[in-house]
C-alpha cells in the first residue's frame, strides 16, 4: 500500500515558477522500486500525463506540452517525488495528482498506476 500526498500548489502569474511534491508512504520503505508519475486534470477535461520517473529516477518522460518547462525528479532516501514547473501558462492550470506504478517505469498510461495521490491545486493567471 503506498499514501500520497501532494504539496506545493498555488496561484502563480504566467512565467512565473512553482514546485510540487509528492510525500510517500509505502508499507515496508518499499517507495523506491515504483514508478511515480505526474497527471492533471482541468475543469472539464480529461486527466491527462505530464510526467513520470523510473524507480531509479535515471529514466524520464514528459507531455509534449511541458518538455523544457517542466522537470521531474525523485529523492528515494525521502520517499518524495518533485515536479519543478517552470514558464508556467494559464493553460497549465489544474489540479495536479501524483501517482505510483508498480511496474517502475514512470509509464504515460494511466492504467498502470495502483495509487494516486489527493491532488493539489495549481492556477496560473494571465
Known amino acids: 500500500q503506498v499514501q500520497l500526498v501532494e504539496s506545493g500548489g498555488g496561484l502563480v502569474q504566467a512565467g512565473g515558477s512553482l514546485r510540487l511534491s509528492c510525500a510517500a508512504s509505502a508499507s515496508g520503505g518499499t517507495f523506491s522500486r515504483y514508478g511515480m508519475g505526474w497527471f492533471r486534470q482541468a475543469t472539464g477535461k480529461e486527466r491527462e500525463f505530464v510526467a513520470g520517473?523510473?524507480?531509479?529516477?535515471?529514466?524520464?518522460y514528459y507531455a509534449d506540452s511541458v518538455k523544457g518547462r517542466f522537470t521531474i525528479s525523485r529523492d528515494n532516501a525521502k520517499s518524495t517525488v518533485y515536479l519543478q514547473m517552470n514558464s508556467l501558462k494559464p493553460d497549465d492550470t489544474a489540479v495536479y495528482y501524483c501517482a505510483a506504478d508498480n511496474y517502475g517505469q514512470g509509464s504515460a498510461q494511466q492504467v498502470v498506476y495502483d495509487y494516486w495521490g489527493q491532488g493539489t491545486q495549481v492556477t496560473v493567471s494571465s
Open positions: 520517473i523510473g524507480w531509479s529516477g535515471r529514466s524520464t
